[in-house]
C-alpha cells in the first residue's frame, strides 16, 4: 500500500493516529476516521460479540476515536453492548447517538419517524439510561418527520444542550434546506450521510450546504454496505436471511451483477497501491474532504480487528487525479437504489 499521508481532510494530514479533524465550528475533535458500531448488534446477519469487543478496543488504539450508535441499532441493544467500552475510555471517545427512528418488533421491514419534542425527550433519557453516560457528545436526528418544523425539533434538541444531556447536535439524511433552517435555530456539528463511490445524491445540495455553514460531513455506508470490498456479490445468495442487504435493490438480482461490474476500475486502482478494493473506496470518501472543501469524518463500520485495521490504513491512501477521474463514472452507473424507498433518504426529498 502507497505510504503516503492523506491531504483529505482540510484540518489534518496524517493517518488516524494522529491526525484531527473538528466537525463543525464549535464541534467535537475527531480521529479523520470513525467506527459504526451498528452491525455489531443489528442489520448484517450474526455477530461475535468478544471479537466486536475486541475491535473496538483495536480501533481506539489506532486513532479511532469517534464512535457511531442509534438507539434504533436493536431496539437499544448497540447502545447497551456499547456501554462498557465507553465507560472505561470516557475520556477517549467521542459518542454519538441518534433519536428519530424505531423498528417495531413485530415488523422489523417497518419504519416509525418521530420528531416532536416529547418523543425526543423520552428517547434522550434512554439512550443516557442505556449508554451509561451524563452527557452524549454528538446527538443525531436519524430521520425527517416531516409533520414536524425542523426549527421546531432542532428547537427541543437545542434545549438539552442547554441542560448538559447532549454536547453537540448532528443531523441525518436532512436536504440542504432542512440543514440551512435547523443552522439558523442552533450549530450543528455534523450531517451524516451516505456517501460511497456507489451513492453520490448528497452532492447536489446537501454537500455545498455543509461546506457554505462550516458544518462536517460523516458519511456512513463508506463501502458500501460492504459491497465495495468485493465481500458479498447477491445479498440473496450470500448474506444470511435476516440481513437488511437483501431488502436494498442494488444488492439483489440482475442489479447486483450489473453493479459487481462496476468495481473493476476499483480493483485496477487498488492493484497500483498494493491495496484492497474497500481501501480505495475508503481513501475515495475520505479525499472528497479536499474536492468540496469541508472536514468529512467517514464511519465504515467493522466488527473485526483485521478490519478495523485495514480500513484505518486506507487513511494513509492518497488517490491521483488520474484515480479520481477514473472512479468517477462508477456512481452514475449503479444500477438499484439505496433504499427501496427513497423517501428514507435526502434524495427522496430535495
Ligand atoms: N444514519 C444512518 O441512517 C445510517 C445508515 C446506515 C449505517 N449508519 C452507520 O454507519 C456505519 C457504517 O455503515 P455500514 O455498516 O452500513 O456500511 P459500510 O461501512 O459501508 O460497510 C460495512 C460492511 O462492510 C464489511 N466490512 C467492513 N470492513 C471491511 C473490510 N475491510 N473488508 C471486507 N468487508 C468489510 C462489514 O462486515 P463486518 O462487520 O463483518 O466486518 C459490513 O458488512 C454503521 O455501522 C452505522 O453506525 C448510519
Known amino acids: 500500500m502507497t505510504d503516503g499521508k492523506t491531504d483529505g481532510n482540510t484540518s489534518g494530514t496524517a493517518d488516524a493516529t494522529?491526525?484531527?479533524?473538528?466537525l463543525g465550528d464549535g464541534g467535537p475533535e475527531v480521529g479523520v476516521q470513525g467506527l459504526g458500531c451498528m452491525g455489531m448488534s443489528f442489520a448484517y446477519g450474526p455477530s461475535d460479540a468478544e471479537e466486536s469487543r475486541a475491535t473496538l478496543e483495536r480501533a481506539l488504539e489506532l486513532g479511532v476515536t469517534l464512535y457511531d450508535t442509534a438507539d434504533a441499532y436493536g431496539s437499544g441493544e448497540n447502545e447497551k453492548f456499547l456501554a462498557p467500552f465507553f465507560k472505561a475510555h470516557r475520556d477517549e471517545v467521542v459518542i454519538a447517538t441518534k433519536f428519530a427512528l424505531s423498528i417495531p418488533a413485530d415488523d422489523p421491514t417497518r419504519r416509525v419517524i418521530r420528531n416532536d419534542a416529547p418523543y425526543i425527550r423520552q428517547c434522550v433519557e434512554a439512550s443516557l439510561k442505556r449508554l451509561d453516560v451524563e452527557a452524549i457528545d454528538l446527538y443525531y436526528m436519524h430521520r425527517r418527520d416531516e409533520?414536524?418544523?425542523?426549527e421546531e425539533s432542532v428547537g427541543t434538541m437545542a434545549e438539552l444542550v442547554r441542560e448538559g444531556k447532549v454536547k453537540h447536535l448532528g443531523l441525518s439524511e436532512v436536504t440542504g434546506g432542512e440543514l440551512r433552517a435547523a443552522q439558523a435555530v442552533h450549530p450543528i456539528a455534523a450531517v451524516q450521510s451516505e456517501w460511497s463511490l456507489f451513492s453520490r445524491d448528497i452532492e447536489a445540495g446537501v454537500v455545498p450546504a455543509a461546506r457554505e455553514l462550516g458544518v462536517a460531513l460523516v458519511p456512513y455506508s463508506p463501502l458500501g454496505r460492504g459491497f465495495l470490498t468485493g465481500s458479498f456479490t447477491d445479498a440473496a445468495k450470500d448474506l444470511t436471511a435476516d440481513d437488511f442487504r437483501r431488502q436494498q435493490p442494488r444488492f439483489t438480482g440482475d442489479n447486483a451483477a450489473a453493479n459487481a461490474?462496476?468495481?473493476?476500475?476499483?480493483r485496477q486502482v487498488a492493484e497500483a497501491h498494493g491495496a484492497s478494493p474497500g481501501q480505495v473506496a475508503l481513501a475515495w470518501v475520505q479525499q472528497q474532504a479536499r474536492v468540496h472543501d469541508l472536514p468529512v469524518v467517514p464511519i465504515p463500520g467493522t466488527r473485526r480487528r483485521t478490519r478495523v485495521e485495514e480500513n484505518v490504513a486506507a487513511t494513509r491512501i492518497v488517490l491521483t487525479d488520474d484515480e479520481l477521474a477514473l472512479l468517477e463514472p462508477i456512481a452514475a452507473k449503479v444500477a438499484g437504489d439505496r433504499y427501496a424507498d427513497m423517501r428514507f433518504t435526502s434524495a427522496g426529498r430535495e
Open 18 to 22: 494522529t491526525a484531527a479533524v473538528r
Open 261 to 266: 461490474a462496476l468495481l473493476e476500475p476499483v
Open 147 to 150: 409533520n414536524v418544523p425542523i
